[in-house]
């Protein structure tokens, strides 16, 4: 079989740039342990309903610490624990989350609140509440089924508002 001169460069240039990303992909998972953005704690995945925090998921208050209401989120196949998290403007939050099954996200639209929940690894984040409203959460990792329906909402309120008007 005749290759063209030029069609040899390209296949060498189109294979060395696979070699070459390979490479790089390899050094970076590998060698420099690059990992999606967690709190780099684990857990045992199986059984994240027996272990704390996440055998209470919920909106807690909590004092002497950096942030002033910790949310513990519990993802599984198709839904969050809890459905609801409602939180005053105003405060820091962090956001414990995990997930019982496969790969799930996490993501306040409207907020830099985005995590990537992965089986066996504990996601968390801080973020201040300022701007009050609604945001939906949705997952935004392909999890199945019903990952389409997979949603929640983060509700913050302004306690001191007046509802005279
Ligand atoms: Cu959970 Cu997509």
Redesign the pocket.
């Known amino acids: 079989m005749h290759l063209h001169k030029y069609e040899k460069w390209w296949l060498v240039f189109g294979c060395g740039t696979l070699v070459a990303f390979l490479i790089i992909l390899g050094i970076g998972a590998f060698h420099n342990g690059t990992h999606p953005n967690n709190s780099k704690k684990t857990i045992n995945y199986e059984k994240v309903n027996e272990i704390a925090p996440f055998n209470n998921p919920g909106i807690h208050k909590v004092k002497g610490k950096e942030w002033d209401y910790e949310v513990v989120i519990v993802?599984s196949?198709?839904y969050y624990d809890p459905p609801v998290i409602e939180v005053p403007l105003g405060a820091k939050v962090k956001f414990i989350a995990t997930?019982k099954d496969?790969?799930?996200?996490f993501q306040a639209a409207g907020t830099n609140i985005n995590m990537m929940?992965e089986p066996g690894y504990i996601s968390e984040y801080v973020a201040e509440m300022n701007q009050a409203g609604e945001y939906l959460i949705?997952?935004?990792?392909?999890?199945?089924t019903?990952?389409?329906a997979?949603h929640s909402m983060l509700k913050v309120v302004n306690e001191n508002a007046t509802e005279s008007h």
């Open positions: 993802a196949a198709f997930t496969v790969i799930h996200g929940l949705v997952c935004n990792e392909y999890c199945g019903g990952h389409t997979m």
